[in-house]
């Protein structure tokens, strides 16, 4: 089917959703998981328990086909009631996000799109109508309250040397009411992740609240600095924290100058709200990451700390300084983990943290005065959480279902469900089944990996294998559910799905994390071949004869090295935001550090580590069918990377198809987008799995 065929006809199909859910319920549960399913689930964010600890207001995003977006609203649970269903709070043609509750548990506070720009809220729960709280100029982005409930941080973005909001703003209209379009730089970062700079820098602000809103003109507490607070492109509120006085705050930000792009030199510094006194740096000894700042009761200060500078996959593990002495020690400096986010019970006397860890997203509680750790969330994967003073509500999902909210007693103890928003749509299929599986990799080293079994597996069939890469390379393919590479989307194709954490992978301990620098084309790959054949061995459904490769950004690039390096193994591969020719990516991409770290320095300085793993020497090896797909909008990894690969293929005959989204970065996000991805990459597999006029390859 054509794919404008396809999408027209899902179009009809979101229509008529009423009709569609009548027949899905019919099917009892054995209707397979489709890429539409996918799209229009429901998806839970930033759940956030109330002070009194008798309900959660979260995030959930639904799915707009007509104007092709996410559309987000805050939800309400009431925790006291063992039945209580959740409802919703704000339903606007606006987006709501990041609810924060005021001390007495009586407001939430929240950014809200409803009046035509992003600005700060207020619903009290006693009922009545939202209230706007701040009317800037600017966009707020991430937000705070205050312990006190008198004061909100918030964050905009200024030009550093305007001294007003509204110096900002008349800036940006001149701009945009110029003809001529050109624009001159003198230092990088001229882009980053899909964005070209235009001069502005996230700042944060302190603002005095008053009865009827926001008082006074706020105050930039970090005023002169030339970097972003939060940190770009994915910071967030964690990279800020009020004293527990409510005097002060505390922020991560990178003072680098020219070196930015290639600077993982992130510091906190301590301003007062009121602007009366410059920031302090509080970690200018450590030359690495300093991130997430918590306040304990006590006044002591925790953070995460990287301890290699230019290392962004670097171990985090947690530090605390003493109020009272200034001394600073690491509380996890032994613990073999990469902590992901820190937290604290809201008495701030317990920290709380999650980090990946064989294959699963955890969760500890951290005894901040020992370093103590008791685990309390064990599999799946933990995305946020928010603690009352006996238990903690989390998202949770794994490969088997999205996010819902959970909640586990401090102690321990077994979990408990709070929330199932997507239960009409997914009573109604069938998943398939997951497990993880181990094996001997590269110097018999141990890995771990998982297999998920296709729609409708019957005993003694065997069905073909959709060999999932993961990109990264620091990062893993673990139990988590994911839109962008959906295990079960494949899995409802009838398509069986292999992935493995190879040498690389985080949570398996650091020095396993660190032995994919320099070797990107190595170890990796005998883990991929290995883990491949010890999957087939175990699992007799596998087809071992019909199997395609797909992976993204580093797995992409492991898509051109097995071209040149495995080339027969594969019917087909998918290669999406692949990295195909080394030299020119370095010159072209935006975080100069991680390419620095990872192939031993710059380009010009160490070319022999680029060409060592440099995909584009290896062309002439080319033969398996390859479809490429790119964003234009993709900075990380531009899009020449994709059409390099294609011209490749093209030029030695090898069938190939590309796929370019223009308005996508690194990821594809748009609803329609994402369908037409998927049935693509799906029919690509389709027609070298499944067609039987495609001969299969010599393993």
Not at 26 to 34: K, V
Not at 166 to 193: M, N, S, V
Not at 212 to 218: D, I, K, R
Not at 333 to 350: E, F, I, N, Q, Y
Request: with cysteine; charged share 20%; glycine share 10%.
């Amino acid at each position: 089917m054509p794919q404008s065929v396809r999408l027209a006809s899902w179009l009809l199909v979101c229509s008529l959703s009423a009709l569609g859910s009548a027949a899905r319920a019919a099917d009892g549960g054995n209707a397979p998981f489709t890429v539409e399913d996918l799209v229009l689930l429901k998806r839970i964010t930033d759940p956030q328990v109330s002070p009194d600890g008798r309900r959660v207001a979260f995030v959930q995003r639904e799915t707009d086909m007509d104007a092709n977006n996410g559309r987000i609203s805050l939800w309400l649970l009431d925790l006291t009631s063992g039945t209580a269903q959740p409802r919703r709070l704000t339903d606007v043609k606006a987006n709501d996000s990041s609810p924060r509750w005021s001390p007495d548990s009586r407001t939430l506070y929240f950014l809200s799109t409803r009046s035509g720009s992003s600005q700060v809220w207020r619903l009290a729960l006693s009922g009545g109508e939202a209230q706007r709280v701040t009317d800037y100029p600017l966009d707020v982005g991430a937000l705070k309250l205050s312990p006190r409930g008198d004061l909100l941080a918030l964050s905009m973005e200024v030009f550093p040397d305007c001294a007003t909001l509204a110096c900002t703003r008349e800036r940006l209209d001149a701009r945009a009411k110029d003809k001529a379009t050109g624009r001159t730089y003198e230092r990088l970062f001229i882009r980053h992740w899909d964005a070209w700079s235009n001069g502005t820098r996230s700042h944060l602000f302190s603002a005095q609240l008053a009865s009827g809103g926001a008082g006074a003109a706020p105050i930039d507490v970090s005023k002169g600095f030339d970097a972003d607070i939060p940190g770009k492109p994915f910071g967030g509120d964690e990279d800020f924290a009020f004293s527990p006085d409510g005097k002060s705050l505390v922020f991560s930000a990178r003072i680098a100058g020219r070196t930015e792009p290639w600077s993982t030199n992130f510091d906190l510094f301590q301003a007062p709200v009121d602007g009366s006194a410059a920031p302090e740096n509080l970690t200018a000894s450590n030359p690495a990451w300093d991130a997430q700042p918590v306040f304990l009761a006590n006044g002591d200060l925790a953070w995460l700390a990287q301890e290699r500078p230019g290392f962004e996959a670097d171990r985090f593990h947690i530090v605390l300084k003493d109020a009272h002495t200034g001394a600073v020690r690491s509380l996890t400096g032994g613990w073999d983990r990469s902590v992901a986010r820190l937290g604290a019970t809201p008495d701030g006397k317990t920290l709380l943290a999650s980090v990946e860890e064989l294959g699963q997203e955890a969760l500890y509680r951290v005894d901040p005065k020992t370093g103590a750790r008791a685990r309390l969330v064990a599999s799946g994967a933990v995305a946020g959480y928010t603690a009352t003073r006996e238990r903690v509500v989390f998202a949770r999902a794994d490969l088997g279902g999205p996010d819902d909210l959970y909640a586990v007693g401090l102690r321990g103890g077994p979990a408990t469900r709070l929330t199932d928003v997507n239960h009409e749509l997914l009573a109604a299929r069938r998943m398939g089944a997951f497990e993880q599986f181990s094996f001997k990799g590269w110097n018999d080293e141990t890995v771990y990996g998982y297999v998920v079994k296709p729609f409708g597996l019957e005993p003694g069939k065997r069905y073909p294998i959709a060999f999932v890469v993961h990109g990264g390379p620091q990062v893993s393919m673990q139990n988590i559910w994911t839109y962008r590479w959906n295990a079960q989307a494949f899995a409802g194709g009838g398509y069986a799905v292999v992935m493995i954490d190879f040498h690389g992978s985080p949570g398996y301990g650091q020095a396993f994390t660190d032995s994919i620098s320099r070797d990107w084309g190595g170890k990796p790959l005998i883990d991929l071949q290995k883990g491949l054949a010890a999957a087939i061995e175990k699992y007799p459904w596998l087809d071992g004869e019909r199997a395609c490769a797909l992976g993204a950004s580093y797995g992409g690039f492991m898509m051109n090295w097995i071209e040149g390096k495995w080339p027969d193994r594969f019917r087909c591969i998918v290669n999406h935001d692949g990295l195909f020719d080394q030299r020119m990516m370095y010159y072209a991409t935006e975080e100069l550090w991680f390419p620095e770290w990872e192939l031993g320095g710059p380009q010009y300085e160490n070319p022999q580590g680029y060409e060592a793993v440099n995909p584009v020497d290896f062309v002439s090896m080319w033969r398996t069918p390859m479809l490429v797909i790119h964003g234009e909008q993709d900075f990380r990894i531009p899009y020449p990377q994709g059409l390099g690969a294609f011209t490749a293929l093209q030029r030695r005959g090898v069938e190939s198809r590309l796929l370019v989204f223009p308005d996508e970065n690194h990821w594809v996000l748009k609803p329609a987008n994402s369908i037409l991805w998927y049935h693509t990459v799906l029919g690509w597999l389709d027609t070298h799995l499944k067609d039987p006029r495609q001969q299969p390859s010599t393993p």
